[in-house]
């Protein structure tokens, strides 16, 4: 068999014709396939820059540069988080790290001491290692999990698949493995967090005055009574009950309203829907306690809620 060198692979990627749009690239080498898996690990720099520069007949960019999203906030006041880890040196490092983001953090190196922590706070999320001082982190999961679903960490140097398993039949909602990189614990933290967060939001309920507003219901009760909501109604409810007390501009509200079928919405479909909805939700509709008009910039939600 003619083993290639990897120059002469190089040189034979580096030859082949480009679709115009390609996703995955394939190449031929050693009298087989080079999956893009492989390639990319070994040419990415190459790859990359060869997208980046890849041009039409116009000398028209073919690709996007990369570009950072907006990161989705969520309120991290006053969430607890439990990290049960007998390393010193690394409870310390976590620690600090997920204090800076702005969690509470409590500590323990036994599983003793993390039940008892538990026990006495309300705790959002559990970090532990799986081998501790006086037993181990899938008995303290098995008594968590017993009354609680919060949510559980593992973050372990025990990598094996029937340790991973064992975890997640444990009722874990992650397995970290060690050594890790501490920006991607943080991203995983913060994404749990965030879901649980946007959970619990959805099934709150939004108490003003008579109105009782469920939000992942699609529900509005006025004294108790149910009042029927269009689908663009609830969309303006829920925008200026989540805005409450703030100016939301109209395009703030064309934006809540906007179709993702791509069905057109203007101006006056915001003003036929917000009369609508005071003439479900007011007392006097032309005289509004609710939704106040903010002459030339948008609306507000007038009155706290709870």
């Known amino acids: ?113 993390a039940i008892v922590i538990f026990e006495n706070n309300k705790i959002d999320l559990v970090i532990s290692d799986i081998t501790l ?15 609680s679903d919060v949510l559980f960490i593992f973050l372990t140097a025990l990598d094996q698949e029937v340790d991973m398993v064992t975890g997640y039949d444990l009722g874990a909602d992650d397995y970290i493995t060690k050594p890790f990189s501490l920006m991607v614990l943080i991203s995983k933290v913060n994404a749990l967090m965030r879901r649980t967060s946007l959970r619990e939001e959805s099934k709150r309920i939004i108490r ?13 009760l006025i004294n108790n009574e149910e009042v029927i909501l269009s689908k663009n109604e609830y969309k303006l409810l829920n925008c200026l009950i989540k805005n409450s007390g703030q100016i939301v501009t109209k ?17 006056n479909t915001v003003a036929v829907n917000i009369r609508r909805l005071r003439e479900k939700i007011e007392d006097i ?22």
């Not at 390393?87 to 600090?96: E, N, P, Y």
């Not at 006086?134 to 009354?147: A, F, P, S, T």
């Not at 003003?208 to 509005?220: D, G, H, V």
């Not at 306690?289 to 009155?303: A, L, S, T």
């Open 133 to 147: 001082e006086d037993g181990d982190g899938y008995e303290l999961c098995q008594k968590i999990r017993q009354n």
């Open 1 to 113: 068999m003619n083993v290639k060198t990897f120059e002469e692979v190089r040189q034979r990627f580096l030859e082949i014709t480009f679709e115009e749009r390609f996703d995955l690239i394939v190449a031929v080498a050693n009298g087989g396939f080079i999956p893009a898996a492989m390639l990319n690990q070994r040419l990415n720099l190459d790859m990359q820059l060869l997208k980046l520069h890849l041009r039409d007949a116009d000398q028209k960019q073919l690709y996007d540069r990369p570009r950072l999203l907006e990161e989705i906030r969520f309120e991290v006041k006053g969430k607890k988080i439990l990290l049960v880890e007998d390393d010193a040196s690394l409870c310390r490092g976590i620690s600090f790290k997920l204090k800076k983001e702005g969690y509470e953090v409590l500590t323990s190196p036994t599983v003793k001491d």
């Open 208 to 220: 003003c005055r008579n109105l009782s507003f469920y939000p992942e219901e699609m529900k509005l």
């Open 251 to 267: 395009g703030q509200l064309l934006e809540a309203l906007w179709d993702k079928d791509g069905a057109f919405v203007d101006e």
């Open 285 to 306: 509709p032309s005289e509004p306690v609710f939704i106040k008009n903010i002459r030339g910039i948008g609306y507000r939600w007038n009155e706290e809620i709870s």
